[in-house]
């Protein structure tokens, strides 16, 4: 994005995902005058001045006017609050939400306006590897969408879903994703050390796995089960690994797991949406 054709932006809430978005924009050449923020939290503020050399500002006033984009990365239960002082400056702007649960009905209600795309990211934008699932209400038009996608395409990778509801399973696999890799890697990390690995050696060992792994579904036109069965010699190691796994039922309690935080979404869109 080149400064002449760079839309202007206002982030409310300046936390960790308005971070990952704020640094992919910056990396694409967004200037940073160009981007507008408003963080209530001290220390969230001095953050982005160190690391954006952003003045935030610590309330909503007439500096949001004018924004071609409004990306909302609150906490879904500070969403209602946020939009009041804010939503009489920006009826004319395209709207960005990332709080988990929110239904664009209770954000168009909020805020006076239709146009609002949610979105769905996660942590991983954080180094240009994000996946965020998109969805647009039918009032956003293919210039708005344009412009969402060069903002979240600054992230990492996209894909839009044609109904609301299916971001609450967007949530549960990549949003909240990200965190059971991490888990799978702290118990990985656990057995290596168990074993009598240093746990720098098994944290290596683990990261690097998952890495390459992933890097290897992502690029061969195999399917995961393929993938896995090359490595699994019948009576080898892996073998009783998996057997293991199968036989504690673990993938039947991961796939029960997502099924929760699904849940979760559709709660807090209940609890916070009102
Ligand atoms: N962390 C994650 O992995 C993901 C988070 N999300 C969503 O992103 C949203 C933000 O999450 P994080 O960045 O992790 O949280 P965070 O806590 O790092 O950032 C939220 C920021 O909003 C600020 N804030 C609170 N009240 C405000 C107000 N009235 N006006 C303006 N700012 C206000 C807080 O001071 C805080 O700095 C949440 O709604 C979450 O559901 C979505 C996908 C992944
Ligand atoms: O845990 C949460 O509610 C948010 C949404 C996805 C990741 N973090």
Redesign the pocket.
Known sequence: MNQTSSPRIAF?????????IIGGLIGRGVPVDHITV????EA?RAALQTKFGITALH??SAALAGQDLVV?????Q??K??AT??AAHTAQALHL??????TTDSIAQWLGTPRIVR?????PALVGKGMTGLFARPEVNAQGQALIERVIGSTGQFLWVDAEDKLDAV?AMS??G??YVFLFLEAMTQAGVDMGLTADQSYQLAVATFQGATELAARSDESASVLRERVTSKGGTTYAAITHMQQTELPQHFIAALRKAEARAKE?AAEFGK
Request: hydrophobic residues 50%; charged residues 5%; without cysteine.
């Open positions: 409310i809430g300046g936390g960790n995902m308005a971070s990952a408003v963080e209530p939290f969230a309330t909503a909302w990365a609150v906490k879904p500070s969403f609050d946020a002082p804010v939400s990332v709080a988990a649960g929110i979105a769905m990211p996660n942590t949530t949003g909240s990200p965190a807090l």
